[in-house]
């Protein structure tokens, strides 16, 4: 599904050249489940940013679903953003004066190819999905933070994407809204089969996927498979326990 190849991605800063990527291979079978793992500046969102053709690397070759990602034109990452990728943000991204069901419907908009009514029953179909059906008339600033994400998560299903990338999709929220939202990956990822790979700093949300990859100065430094995935709603372990048991 996803196959990035000794891919690296440079920064100009002024006369100073940043590399953010350095010769990073990764590859990402369909329907996995993965965690990318590290500490600020250690390239974790610039390679989701590559991954959900937001951005291109400076060197290296990116196959998603078998297309040579830098062969296609930018009409065509459009379009493979529009209806294969789904983002969700650590910020929810979320237009203020707008309903929760006009936020879901608004990358139908853009995708194309469904009536009003057609785009009304889908947006319905994926809030139902992530647990709204009864918020569909409220402004962001009449939902919770859990609710907020959840309407952004049904946003990134609406085009109903075979990959869903996630950068700190919790980082806004407390541990136990973070925990109900990390049940919803879980649930979408065993009921559709998606490929889900998200970014996250906290070892015990990373131990909710099936594999996680670790990364420090651009660079992969660890990709190990997580033998007894939690499931959401175990108990938090202390956070040295944490540490030292996060890939155990």
């Known amino acids: 599904m996803i196959e990035v190849a000794n891919i690296s ?6 006369k100073t050249e940043v590399r953010a990527l350095d010769d990073v ?31 291109a690397p400076t060197e290296g070759t990116y196959r998603l679903d078998g297309t040579k990602v830098e062969k296609l034109t930018d009409r065509q990452l459009a379009a493979v ?22 936020n879901v419907m608004l990358p139908l908009v853009y995708g194309g190819g469904l ?17 709204l ?48 939202i990390i049940r919803l990956f879980q649930d979408l990822h065993r009921d559709s089969g998606q490929t889900v790979l998200y970014v996250t ?9 099936q594999r996680v990859v670790r990364m420090a100065d651009g660079q992969i430094i660890g990709d190990e498979p997580i033998q007894h ?9 202390s956070e040295v326990a944490l540490v030292s048991n996060s890939l155990s």
């Open 9 to 14: 991605r440079v920064f100009q800063m002024g």
């Open 25 to 55: 291979s990764l590859r990402l079978e369909k329907g996995e489940m993965a965690a990318v793992m590290g500490p600020s500046g250690s390239g974790k969102s610039t390679l989701l940013s590559i991954l959900g053709c937001l951005d």
């Open 81 to 102: 953003r529009s209806h294969k990728i789904g983002f969700v943000f650590q910020q929810f991204n979320l237009l203020a004066r707008a309903s929760a069901l006009d």
């Open 115 to 131: 009536s009003g009514r057609a785009r009304r029953k889908r947006a319905e179909e994926v809030l139902d999905q992530v647990g």
């Open 133 to 180: 059906r009864d918020r569909l008339r409220h402004r962001p600033n009449e939902l919770s933070g859990g609710e907020q994400q959840r309407v952004a998560i049904a946003r990134a299903l609406a085009n109903r994407p075979v990959i869903l990338l996630a950068d700190e999709p919790t980082g806004m929220l407390d541990s136990k809204t973070g925990t109900e």
């Open 201 to 209: 700093h906290d070892p015990f949300i990373a131990r909710h996927t």
């Open 229 to 237: 995935p939690l499931e959401a709603g175990t108990p938090r372990p």
